[in-house]
């Protein structure tokens, strides 16, 4: 491999992919060849190889790739692996030596601006796979310091999120990959598209798409396309079909900015027939180059047609691989707030009016027929409401990692979750129903009944009482958290080593977030700082209901659950359909998992658990203690340090028995058994990741969490003094 950092495209070798990527040598053999492209270099793996290793972070991302087998990682946890190993890239510079290797080879021409930043990492753009859209890309950067900036963040998004599930599909080993860089002068474009050899949906046709402005509004979804088709034989234009042309990307000062499609443009297409003919031309000049079908960007800027790269046209995608669900999970700001108002304003309100409706009828009045047609409307209305959650919910979690990213961007913080604590402190339904709960352990505490509150609380939440099978269960384990809770009132000593933000907060002072929010503000360009603040008001809405979702969508099962316990007592049901109706739908909703094939009752469930929990301590009792590992690896959620006896929970009963000042040990904690948390001294949960309820509402409560520990409830048993180490991932048994 060369040890050159930088190569003009000029002089690169064309085969050279192992040095300066898949990109950059196809936009090398492109120039070479005759077709027009801008002028620029590569950085190469060299110098990647380089910074690294001065900067010791093979060793660190090696370290955060191991927490967990990488096969077993969430999305959550994957998502927070890739924030903390961007965050090394943002807060490690570049050594001096290296810095000036890349200033010389870059020259004036390169960093005086305006250029583009584009990723070329080596099996990019090959054939067989693709990572269009998952590498970092940068338009209109300016300036020897911002170019190099932006070559780290480059060399950051080989670990992002998105990146790191698509190595795990194809079965490549993270710990290989490498990155090169492409930075070329700006062609600034007034027309830009993309152009397919190949039409992906007939084989027959060409497919061309076209912008007015940058390429950037078209490649990230922002501007509506019109499009194109052609015939692949002889090139004629087939048919044309135009968009709403309202918007386009431009440059501004430092950077690119969606605005207002001037009117005379807007009933204009972006091409002439003729045009589109001519850019599918030089289309198939490369797909002829090349010697297979290609995806070509291209611009006009000016009158000079100008191609911005080529890469081979990819297969969809295989059997078992979800990296298109998970990239729909990653939304833009527009897109987030058009959801975020659907979310408020239409789904919120309907969720509370159906779990309302449903609390208004009396069962007991019901004949059988009527409880029956009652029973399948609640299950239908719960069915679409899961559903409403994965298509709508989950996708809003983005919101976090939006302002997160920014966030991390401007601040380069030491701690790359600080974001969060301009998060919280917000109206969470979780945290108001554990109010409520406080509530009654005060009444409790002086001398007062508590029953009808209760029976109150369980009407207005539904399913409250996590892997409670009946009512009466229900009532038996809220009664017995809430007598903890009049013995142990909020402000506890575990609670008040926790986040000294939630301490101040707990104190009335609500100043300390208003000033961190300003000291991030001031450090964002004026330009920006309107728009930072929008970000920062949508991911506090995103935080919210990351946390309060299910905790809506349990409302619903509650009800269900309640007609079914009718019908049940009744005894005039067939009781297998009944457990058919009560299944679960979602891991998350209703406690305990849904079994893995076939519909079981929540107490056949529940029973599979108990029977798995009991042979499990039964092997751990006979099991020699120096067998169990004493430390144990997860993923830093919350921060602070607190030791405790430990409480593992895997079933109903292991719940209802929760003492307060106890370490809970769990799979996960379930927006259903929230209700705990203040009475904990600290959480560990085998489930990993910041945007997982357990981690939201430890850090809101300022109680330290380790999440993503592999086996932690076989690992730990109940009793066990644990020390958890939230700032870590550390949790250290005996």
């Given amino acids: 491999m060369s040890r050159d950092v930088v190569i003009p495209l000029g002089r690169l070798d064309p085969a050279a992919v192992d040095t300066a990527g898949g990109k950059a040598c196809a936009l090398a053999a492109l120039a070479q060849a005759g077709l027009p492209v801008p002028a620029g270099a590569a950085v190469t793996t060299a110098a990647y190889a380089q910074y690294i290793a001065a900067a010791g972070l093979r060793e660190r991302i090696a370290l955060e790739l191991s927490r967990k087998d990488f096969a077993d990682m969430r999305w959550e946890e994957i998502w927070d692996a890739a924030l903390r190993i961007r965050n090394l890239f943002l807060t490690t510079p570049l050594p001096r030596r290296l810095r000036d290797r890349l200033a010389r080879g870059l020259g004036e021409r390169l960093t005086a601006g305006p250029v583009v ?4 990492a080596p099996g990019e753009d090959a054939e067989g796979a693709s990572f269009a859209g998952l590498h970092e890309s940068y338009v209109n950067i300016r300036g020897l310091d911002a170019v190099l900036e932006h070559v780290r963040l480059v060399w950051a998004s080989l670990w992002s999120d998105a990146a790191l599930l698509y190595r795990r599909e194809l079965g490549l080993d993270p710990r290989h990959s490498a990155m090169a860089v492409v930075v070329q002068e700006l062609a ?24 007015h402005g940058l390429n ?53 297409p972006p091409l002439g027939d003729d045009e589109a003919v001519t850019v599918y031309g030089m289309a198939r000049r490369s797909e002829s180059f090349f010697g297979r079908p290609q995806d070509v960007e291209w611009t006009f800027a000016g009158e000079r047609l100008t191609c911005l790269q080529s890469r081979p046209i990819t297969t969809g995608a295989e059997a078992g691989d979800d ?12 897109n987030l707030a058009t959801l975020r108002r659907r979310i408020e304003d239409e789904l919120l309100p309907q969720i509370g009016r159906d779990a309302d409706a449903m609390a208004g009828v009396v069962l007991e009045t019901l004949t059988d027929d009527e409880l029956q047609e009652e029973i399948l409307r609640r299950r239908e209305r719960y069915e679409h409401w899961i559903a409403v959650y994965s298509v709508d919910f989950i996708p809003f979690a983005h919101g976090v990692r939006l302002f997160g990213r920014l966030y991390n961007d401007v601040v380069h913080p030491a701690d790359p979750y600080e974001f969060t604590d301009l998060l919280g402190s917000g109206p969470m339904a979780s945290m108001q129903r554990n109010d409520e709960l406080e509530s009654m352990a005060a009444r409790l505490r002086d ?130 359909e009944l457990d058919h109706l009560a299944a679960p739908l979602h891991p998350t909703v209703g406690g305990l998992p849904a079994p893995s ?58 719940i209802s028995g929760f003492r307060a000042g106890e370490v809970l040990v769990c799979d996960a904690v379930d927006p259903s058994m929230t209700f705990v948390v203040p009475l904990a001294a600290a959480i560990v949960e085998r489930r990993g990741g910041m945007l997982i309820h357990g981690a939201i509402i430890a850090r809101e409560y300022g109680i330290p ?22 700032h870590l991932g550390i949790v250290v048994v005996g």
């Fill in 117 to 120: 930043v584009r990723s070329s």
């Fill in 188 to 211: 600034d474009g007034r027309r830009s598209g993309v152009c397919f050899t190949v039409d992906p949906r007939d084989a027959s046709h060409g497919l061309l798409e076209a912008v």
């Fill in 216 to 268: 950037q509004g078209l490649v990230d979804g922002t501007i509506e396309p019109d499009r194109w088709v052609l015939d692949r034989d002889d090139g004629r234009l087939l048919e044309h079909a135009a968009a709403e042309r309202e918007e386009w990307v431009r440059p501004t000062a430092d950077g690119v900015r969606v605005a207002p499609l001037p009117a005379e443009l807007r009933d204009r």
């Fill in 323 to 334: 990296r298109a669900a998970y990239l729909s999970l990653r939304r833009s700001f527009d």
């Fill in 447 to 576: 001398g007062e009944d508590t029953d009808d509150a209760l029976e109150a609380f369980l009407t207005r939440y539904g399913d409250t009482s996590w892997g409670a099978t009946t009512l009466a269960a229900q009532r038996e384990t809220l009664r017995h958290l809430i007598g903890e809770l009049a013995a142990a009132p909020h402000g506890t000593e575990s609670q008040r080593r926790g986040d000294p933000a939630r301490q101040r907060r707990d104190a009335g002072d609500t100043s300390a977030p208003e000033e961190a929010e300003e000291r991030f503000l001031q450090q964002v360009d004026e330009s920006e700082r309107e728009h930072a603040r929008e970000v920062l008001d949508l991911a506090r809405a995103s935080w919210r209901l990351r946390d309060d979702d299910n905790v809506y969508v349990g409302r619903i099962e509650g009800q269900l659950l309640r007609a079914i316990a009718e019908a049940r007592g009744r005894g005039t049901f067939a009781a297998a």
């Fill in 597 to 654: 094939t076939g519909a079981g009752s929540r107490e056949a469930t529940a029973a599979q658990a108990t029977a798995s929990a009991r042979a499990r301590q039964s092997a751990d009792e006979t099991e020699p203690r120096a067998v169990r590992a004493r430390q144990l690896l997860g993923q830093p959620a919350g921060p602070g340090v607190a030791v405790g006896p430990a409480r593992v929970v895997v079933t109903p009963e292991d």
């Fill in 705 to 726: 969490c380790v999440t993503g520990v592999p086996q932690a409830t076989q690992q730990i048993i109940t009793g066990d003094r644990v020390s958890v180490d939230g």
